[in-house]
């Protein structure tokens, strides 16, 4: 089954609701992902410079075109703009290195990260300094880095631009010092962090919102872990709501989340590497919410925030960072 719904962007351009996430994914496991996920009939595919494994993601596309099991224009790709290369003159060298390591001409969006920015270390990853407290650069300017943006669409080499991480706040003040508007805002989104403000101020603006960690990304507390940081982070599986609304549709736990978010008007991409698990979270287009289901699901919200970028400890002392976790005050 491949993903049969699509929603329109601001410039025109049709976007799959249902994607592919690729975080925490090595180059062996990612290839095997892809694969399986094209097989599947997964079309959008969102990837990262700092996933490291746009050349793997890239192998696999080769492979399919030149083969021809799937048009070009078939695929929806999504890469961004790391958060160590919000500078103005970053943008171009940035989105043509990924560019070639996806092996591609163009993307389809293009998302600045993140709305701080990180110094980079020697080793490519974020610098920190001998107490691991990562080192921020201050003077991030949205407007500015915009502008080197929207020229991407011009030349081509992006059929859509957008940025991740965005408050409210951000977002209303680039839509203020922009020519071409976000099409997308990707935040973290679930049942326990619905950030409903700034879902609707998006609509509103007509800036798609993009939903990542969607079932939840348990997985991230061994990324905490290795740099001391516990968290008790819940399973959003083991919700009895939610459980009671699966077992009516005959769908698993996780298939309701993903059609809560997009029968409220969103678009989601979960990270699996499981060709199963991929396939489940494709099939959810023979079934729809209720009225009253979705609205239980909205009663969920707790404002827990799972990826609350505590691992890179200092990043709150950037201006542009918004979130709360341990560090802030």
């Not at 940081?229 to 609304?245: C, T």
């Not at 993903?258 to 396939?279: H, N, Q, V, Y």
Request: charged fraction near 25%; hydrophobic fraction near 40%; proline fraction near 4%.
């Amino acid at each position: 089954m491949a993903c049969i719904k699509f929603l329109t962007l601001n410039n025109g351009v049709k976007m799959p609701v249902l994607g592919i996430g690729t975080w925490q994914s090595s180059d062996a496991e990612i290839e095997i992902a892809i694969e399986a996920a094209l097989e599947a009939g997964y079309r959008h595919i969102d990837t990262a410079p700092v996933y490291r494994n746009e050349a793997a993601i890239g192998r696999v596309l080769k492979r399919w075109l030149d083969a021809g099991k799937v048009q070009r224009e078939d695929l929806f790709i999504v890469t961004k703009l790391a958060s160590f290369a919000n500078r103005p003159h970053e943008v171009e060298p940035a989105i043509k290195k990924s560019l070639a390591d996806l092996q591609l001409d163009y993307v389809d969006l293009f998302l600045i990260h993140t709305p701080f920015t990180f110094v980079k270390g020697d080793d490519g990853s974020v610098k920190r300094d001998k107490n691991g407290i990562v080192e921020v650069d201050v003077t991030t300017n949205h407007a500015a880095t915009w502008v080197e943006m929207e020229k991407l669409v011009e030349a081509g080499l992006t059929r859509s631009i957008g940025i991740s991480n965005f408050s409210k706040e951000q977002v209303a003040r680039l839509l203020k010092h922009c020519n071409i508007p976000p099409a997308t805002n990707q935040i973290e989104h679930h049942v326990y962090l619905q950030q409903r403000d700034l879902v609707d101020f998006c609509k509103a603006e007509n800036v798609v919102i993009i939903a990542y960690s969607p079932l939840g990304s348990r997985g991230i507390a061994k990324i905490n872990a290795l740099v001391g940081v516990q968290r008790d982070l819940p399973d959003l599986f083991d919700i009895p709501e939610l459980k009671k609304i699966a077992k009516a549709h005959g769908k698993t736990p996780a298939q309701v989340l993903l059609r809560w978010i997009i029968d409220t008007g969103l678009t989601a991409i979960p990270k699996s590497a499981e060709p199963k698990r991929l396939k489940e979270n494709l099939d959810i287009f023979d079934f729809e919410l209720s009225t009253e289901e979705i609205n239980t699901l909205l009663a969920l919200d707790k404002n827990i925030r799972i990826c609350d970028f505590s691992i890179f400890q200092g990043l709150e002392k950037h201006p542009e960072f918004t979130f709360k976790n341990q560090y802030t005050k």
